[in-house]
């Protein structure tokens, strides 16, 4: 089965500092990886994806992560952080799984920025 | 409006008592998805329905049942709350028929479930 562990249940950053959300995965076949942020009470939306097309992906409000198959890692990242960044994002696998797909979501880092 | 609409909102129960909560989207998206939320743990599955034909468990079904009424709308049933239901439940939809089929969820707000 395939699993997903977030390094870092909090992260703290300077507003204007880089922002660095740490991801890797276990999987046996090229996973579909996703990363997902989660304002407060709110439900939670896609901030980008990684289906193989390219190892880069650019999302939404400036992140971007790196797919890097010989360390299983998706980081996020963002060179400069907003005071309307800080949210929890959530890391995702999906598995496959009959008919369709399972995602598998890491615990979750909670991102602060400090003015 | 929501494409995703998840109600109550909110709820607060007593032990023992049942407890619907219910999904309903206008995405037309055949796969249905309920999820709990519970800090330090992320989100786990609980149920899922490919179709309105088809139900899953998920990996912590145990105290939960589900019915799926339509294609729209997913219900999650807990027969006999307890304390450690108490979370955050979300339900999700994703659609395998927009070109790449990989997964991606579209989510409700979420129902914040108080179970004293």
């Known amino acids: 089965a395939q699993s997903v562990t977030q390094l870092g249940s909090h992260v703290s950053v300077s507003e204007g500092a880089l922002v660095l959300l740490r991801c890797n995965y276990s999987s046996s076949v090229p996973p579909y990886l996703f990363w997902y942020v989660q304002y407060p009470n709110q439900g939670l939306q896609l901030l980008l994806k990684y289906t193989s097309a390219a190892t880069l992906v650019k999302g939404i409000n400036g992140f971007e992560a790196e797919f890097k198959k010989s360390e299983t890692s998706f980081h996020l990242t963002k060179p400069s952080a907003h005071m309307s960044d800080a949210a929890e994002y959530f890391c995702?696998?999906?598995?496959?799984?009959?008919?369709?797909?399972?995602?598998?979501f890491g615990a979750g880092t909670r991102l602060f920025v400090k003015a | 409006d929501a494409d995703v609409t998840q109600t109550p909102r909110n709820r607060i129960t007593k032990t023992g008592k049942r407890i619907m909560l219910e999904c309903s989207q206008t995405?037309?998206?055949?796969?249905m998805y309920w999820y709990r939320q519970d800090p330090g743990l992320g989100l786990r599955l609980i149920y899922y329905?490919?179709?309105?034909?088809?139900?899953n468990k998920g990996e912590i079904s145990d105290g939960y049942s589900v019915s799926r009424q339509a294609q729209a709308k997913f219900s999650l049933s807990l027969e006999s709350a307890i304390p450690n239901q108490t979370a955050l439940y979300f339900c999700?939809?994703?659609?395998?028929?927009?070109?790449?089929?990989?997964?991606?969820?579209?989510f409700g707000e979420g129902s914040r479930l108080t179970v004293l």
């Open positions: 999700a939809t994703s659609d395998p028929w927009t070109g790449a089929d990989t997964g991606e969820l579209f």
């Open positions: 329905s490919f179709d309105v034909k088809d139900i």
């Open positions: 995405k037309g998206h055949d796969r």
């Open positions: 995702a696998v999906s598995d496959q799984l009959g008919g369709g797909f399972k995602t598998i």
